[in-house]
């Protein structure tokens, strides 16, 4: 089938160049005009952060998040409430109130009560709270910039004053993706020594992403998308599509030096590395789509549109880019920069031929210590800590940090994300409850100050304000939250028949990462399982698919743990431009492991197909190994320092995830290609000999998967 849709693109190129140049202008366009709001918010149901939100909403009106405006005086004598800083202020908390999604505004100028709880003890710091009346990821993104343009006007030689609030976070990002593809030209020239053919993979590549960018902006309408989707999934389709047509296009220019016409060796390439593209985009769309297990919209969302790109470039490697071969034919290798290297299937004096047998001849050295590494490496994983990063990760030039900042220096670092303690009320009299309540909290490890109780509107609810002496994202913030839930609520609410609940944005976040925390284990699981299954009607061996998955599950656990390292402890945080220390995002790691998974399956197939290839041919596994190795570690590396590249280059990201996600698969991706395929695969493969491809006889029954076409001369694959 492969072989006969090459030959129809090649023979109708011109009208396969047409369709897809006229899809990326239609999705392009829909995807402006068309497109859905990324900026959709998650919700937890059945949590108890999501029950005490449906209290806060109904009865005290609070349908959205809130904000704040933060101020501090510079005169250390001078007063936040002064006469001259309401004059200040008073104008921007005008313009703030008439604000669209904006309630109210409430702030310690006219509304006295309150301003002992929004004015610090020393006088010097104060803050107006914005209530809105939808969710923080739902504020549009101009308005906000907006909001803050109106906040930096306020400022003063006397006053500064800030925005606080997820809702006031820059979203705007260096064209990191712009990068990532300058280096990956520059990788493509050094591999090809050829401008047509470094062109000819960048192009397939920026012509599926932006068709996938399309498509995840229409479906924004139907699903819900978070505002950093499109950027995860250029990196992905950039990746992952940059490799694809990377390895097509080797196998076309190898086959032409061998003697091919141009047609034959499109359709070689196609039969051959086509198919092998084709298998590991699925696992890679296979893993992502795993993560629908997680039940979370927003979670679904981001794999829904890293998936599509990847089909995408799947689908442009062996269709876009054959008919772009039938037009450049034998002139692959023209435009040189310097003298292409013509390559051919003898490469036994290469350097890889001689790695590969180095590896063969010290097979228990390589062995043990690849393992070493991934292991040391893979240590940090055993205190991954899941949680939701706070506006203290923010690098200092954004206004959220520098009100964080004010906020913890006036009133505490809780001050930054106050839990909220609720209750229904069915009876008024039972409010009496929640004072003991308060008293209990009060007295509880772990609380800084707490407010009296407050009685909603409609007197059918009661609040409690707390603030805890730890920022919103510190391990005792967390350890607070439980101790609450499990402890001081139940031994001081027993005989009562109030319902108490803890929320707030700082309680969903934990309530968030026990709950994918809980479901980690099992997505892992679940992923694990198909791609053993998978591998085993490939390669139709026992030992390979379980040696793979293995190999690749510690070559995440390393990755998991220089992520952890990073992020989680601190190490070399300057270096990448990190605010602070903190949590691993609670989704990270589920993210991760279905791209890294799927990547690495990706070097796995390329590398055991042309093993088991060879295999077919000569019976002789160090052979087979040896080939194998040569035939696909120029290649391998060249396409993991591209994604190295593409991936490494969304550190430069304002954006804490997005400098955690691109960190955490360019590490992945290097110790794969690195420790995993060019030490471990082939010591261990050299280990196992010929038990490598055995298949118990109960197990013939089993389905035949050619990933790699028969190649020219090889008998039919036998069990």
């Not at 020393?122 to 308005?143: K, R, S, T, W």
């Not at 299954?533 to 379980?546: A, D, K, M, N």
Request: glycine fraction near 10%; charged fraction near 15%.
């Amino acid at each position: 089938m492969l072989r006969r849709l090459a030959g129809w693109c090649y023979d109708r190129r011109r009208a396969v160049l047409g369709a897809w140049l006229v899809a990326v202008v239609l999705f392009s366009i829909l995807g402006q005009v068309a497109g859905g709001s990324l900026l959709k918010t998650f919700s937890l149901s059945g949590t108890d952060g999501s029950r005490a939100f449906a209290v806060l909403g109904r009865d005290f009106a609070r349908k959205g998040d809130t904000g704040q405006v933060v101020w501090a005086v510079h005169d250390p004598n001078g007063s936040a409430t002064s006469v001259d800083a309401q004059d200040a202020l008073q104008p921007l908390l005008d313009d703030l109130s008439h604000e669209p999604h904006v309630v109210a505004v409430t702030d310690p100028f006219r509304s006295p009560d309150q301003a002992a709880r929004l004015v610090s003890q020393d006088g010097h710091v104060a803050y107006a709270e914005i209530q809105f009346d939808i969710g923080a990821n739902d504020v549009d993104l101009d308005e906000a910039a907006h909001m803050r343009g109106l906040a930096a006007k306020a400022n003063t030689p006397q006053l500064q004053v800030e925005l606080g609030g997820a809702m006031f976070t820059d979203q705007s990002q260096p064209a990191s993706e712009l990068i990532g593809v300058l280096a990956a030209v520059v990788i493509l020239l050094v591999a090809f020594g050829s401008v047509l053919a470094m062109g000819l993979p960048i192009l397939t590549a920026l012509v599926g992403i932006g068709i996938g960018l399309g498509i995840e902006q229409v479906l924004a309408h139907v699903i819900d998308v978070p505002t950093f989707a499109p950027q995860v999934t250029a990196m992905i389709g950039l990746g992952v599509g940059i490799d694809y047509a990377l390895f097509i296009v080797t196998r076309y220019r190898n086959a032409l030096h061998d003697g091919r016409e141009p047609r034959d060796a499109v359709i070689e390439a196609v039969d051959t590395s086509g198919r092998a593209v084709l298998f590991a985009g699925c696992t890679v769309v296979i893993s992502l789509i795993g993560l629908f297990v997680i039940g979370l919209g927003f979670i679904q969302g981001l794999a829904t549109g890293a998936a599509l790109a990847v089909l995408v470039v799947m689908a442009a490697s062996v269709t876009l880019l054959t008919s772009m071969l039938g037009f450049v034919g034998r002139a692959i290798d023209k435009l040189s920069l310097s003298r292409a290297r013509h390559e051919s299937s003898a490469t036994e004096s290469s350097f890889w031929v001689r790695w590969a047998q180095m590896i063969q001849r010290r097979r228990w050295i390589a062995a043990i210590g690849g393992l070493l590494v991934l292991v040391v490496l893979a240590l940090p994983v055993f205190s991954l800590r899941l949680g939701t990063a706070d506006a203290g990760n923010d690098p200092t030039s954004q206004t959220t940090r520098r009100a964080y900042d004010l906020l913890s220096t006036g009133f505490g670092p809780g001050s930054n994300g106050p839990l909220l303690v609720v209750a229904e009320l069915p009876d008024p009299s039972k409010a009496q409850a929640m004072d003991a309540l308060a008293t209990a909290i009060s007295a509880t490890p772990g609380v800084r100050d707490r407010s009296p109780v407050i009685i909603s509107p409609n007197g059918k609810a009661a609040l409690i304000s707390v603030n805890a002496d730890g920022a919103p994202q510190d391990a005792s913030t967390t350890a607070l939250v439980h101790r609450l839930r499990e402890e001081v609520i139940p031994s001081t609410m027993a005989g009562s028949t109030l319902d108490v609940h803890v929320g707030g944005e700082t309680a969903i976040g934990i309530d968030l990462a026990d709950k994918l925390g809980a479901r980690l284990p099992w997505f892992l699981l679940a992923v694990l399982t198909l791609s053993f299954l998978l591998l085993l009607i490939v390669f139709r061996s026992l030992l390979v698919p379980l040696k793979a998955v293995i190999m690749n599950l510690l070559s995440i656990g390393a990755a998991y743990g220089v992520t952890i390292a990073i992020f989680q402890w601190g190490w070399a945080k300057d270096v990448i431009g990190l605010g602070k220390a903190g949590p691993i995002e609670s989704w990270a790691p589920m993210m991760l492991f279905a791209v890294v998974f799927g990547l690495s399956m990706d070097y796995e197939v390329f590398l055991l197909s042309r093993i088991r290839e060879e295999y077919t041919i000569s019976h002789d596994n160090s052979e087979a190994v040896s080939y194998g190795l040569a035939h696909t570690a120029r290649l391998i590396t060249a396409a993991a320092a591209i994604m190295i590249c593409v991936f490494g280059s969304f550190v430069l990201s304002d954006l804490r995830v997005l400098k955690l996600i691109g960190m955490g698969l360019a590490v992945a991706v290097f110790i794969d290609a690195t420790v995993v395929r060019l030490v471990l695969v082939p010591a261990t493969m050299e280990l196992l000999g010929d038990r490598n491809w055995w298949l118990p006889r109960r197990l013939g029954w089993l389905p035949r998967l050619q990933v790699e076409g028969v190649p020219e001369g090889a008998p039919a694959p036998a069990d």
